[in-house]
T-cell receptor
Framework: TQLLEQSPQFLSIQEGENLTVYCNSS?????LQWYRQEPGEGPVLLVT?????EVKKLKRLTFQFGDARKDSSLHITAAQPGDTGLYLC????????????FGKGTSLLVTP | EADIYQTPRYLVIGTGKKITLECSQT?????MYWYQQDPGMELHLIHY???????EKGDLSSESTVSRIRTEHFPLTLESARPSHTSQYLC?????????????FGPGTRLLVL
């Protein structure tokens, strides 16, 4: 059973367009993280959100944690080819025995 | 920049060989993890450790074994590799005392078993 559902699975857009990717669950998380993974590399943390309704901005990237702490979104404004990669969300559940559950990821391609 | 290293980066071996994938971190983190990642699939946790002499199996059954004799080192061993073990293996670490579970990943080892 997939704990975290990410959508869309694939996204191909042109430079300058805006996009939003989603991470949804029926479970409540104490925190949720977004990672970006480039081909041949390990995931790199972009942001951690911990409070329901929290919004964090990282340059052109805006992250939001749902009020109920079950879902999150990542919005990219004016996408650039350097944004290309696999975006993974991961949820932390306290008392789960081990820490993070990962979604399958959204594979983003930004063409010039 | 995370200080976590994995070797080898790429490995092609024949069926039946014994292999060890190395993972080292210089951040003094207590917690370390091994994930398996296949294309289009989520990261699956196969082993984790809370510190020296602590090892646990993750949510994905794996024929591999791990050891944690030193804080900085968390090697993964396959006694007899099979083609079904072909995958990317990612090592990660985190601070046990951290407020949130932030995991730092190595670059991965891409394994191909012929």
């Amino acid at each position: 059973t997939q704990l975290l559902e990410q959508s869309p699975q694939f996204l191909s857009i042109q430079e300058g367009e805006n996009l939003t990717v989603y991470c949804n669950s029926s479970s409540v998380f104490s925190s949720l993280q977004w990672y970006r993974q480039e081909p041949g590399e390990g995931p790199v943390l972009l942001v951690t959100v911990v409070t329901g309704g929290e919004v964090k901005k990282l340059k052109r990237l805006t992250f939001q944690f749902g009020d109920a702490r079950k879902d999150s979104s990542l919005h990219i404004t004016a996408a650039q080819p350097g944004d290309t990669g696999l975006y993974l969300c991961a949820g932390e559940r306290k008392n789960s025995g081990y820490a993070l559950n990962f979604g399958k990821g959204t594979s983003l391609l930004v063409t010039p | 920049e995370a200080d976590i290293y994995q070797t080898p980066r790429y490995l092609v071996i024949g069926t039946g060989k014994k292999i060890t994938l190395e993972c080292s971190q210089t951040m003094g983190h207590d917690k370390m993890y091994w994930y398996q990642q296949d294309p289009g699939m989520e990261l699956h946790l196969i082993h984790y450790s809370y510190g020296v002499n602590s090892t646990e199996k993750g949510d994905l059954s794996s024929e591999s074994t791990v050891s944690r004799i030193r804080t900085e080192h968390f090697p993964l061993t396959l006694e007899s590799a099979r083609p079904s073990h072909t995958s990317q293996y990612l090592c990660a670490s985190s601070d046990l005392g951290g407020r949130e579970e932030t995991q730092y990943f190595g670059p991965g080892t891409r394994l191909l078993v012929l």
